[in-house]
């Protein structure tokens, strides 16, 4: 877990934004590029995770700030991937969908398999496996995240795993 330095302002105890930002951006940008695939959208995607800790009232608990990031995140990427489809829906005639032209040259063939499988899954299915074995989050924790209970989580871990393990045979 991520520790947040908090910093005194005469009886108030309030979180340091910097240095929150330094300890969560990092990791949250990895989280929203398995999430919606684009590393520019994970970017937009975390910044606005942090503009909206920052316009809400204080947290009870500033530790509890990077689980409300992290719950930012996941719901900003879901928005930006419907968003992204719609537009798709709507477009007429000039498509692009080539992957970037760096992505070659990061990830060896097995990888980008692997990645390819895991973006085909089902939104829950693929949220539930990057907050599991990307972000190492517990069930509960994940639970939390997503706003379903541990059950919910357990089957689509399951699912996920068994639909990618009968895709990458």
Request: proline share 5%; with cysteine; glycine share 8%.
């Amino acid at each position: 877990m991520y520790l947040v330095k908090e910093v005194t302002l005469g009886t108030d105890t309030v979180l340091d934004p910097a240095e929150l930002y330094r300890t969560h951006r990092p990791g949250l940008v990895r989280l929203a590029v398995l999430l919606p695939g684009d590393r520019g959208l994970a970017e937009d995607v975390v910044q606005d995770a942090f503009l909206a800790l920052f316009r809400r009232p204080p947290l009870d608990d500033p530790a509890g700030a990077g689980g409300y990031l992290r719950v930012s995140v996941v719901n900003g990427a879901r928005s930006a991937h419907r968003r992204a489809a719609r537009r798709l829906r709507h477009r007429t005639g000039d498509r692009d969908d080539a992957p970037p032209a760096d992505t070659g040259v990061l990830l060896d063939e097995e990888h980008r398999e692997v990645l390819a499988a895991v973006r085909r899954l089902p939104r829950r299915q693929r949220e539930v496996l990057v907050l599991r074995y990307w972000a190492g989050l517990s069930e509960a924790e994940i639970a939390e995240t997503l706003g379903v209970s541990r059950g919910t989580v357990k089957t689509c871990a399951s699912r996920a795993l068994a639909k990618l393990e009968g895709e990458l045979r």
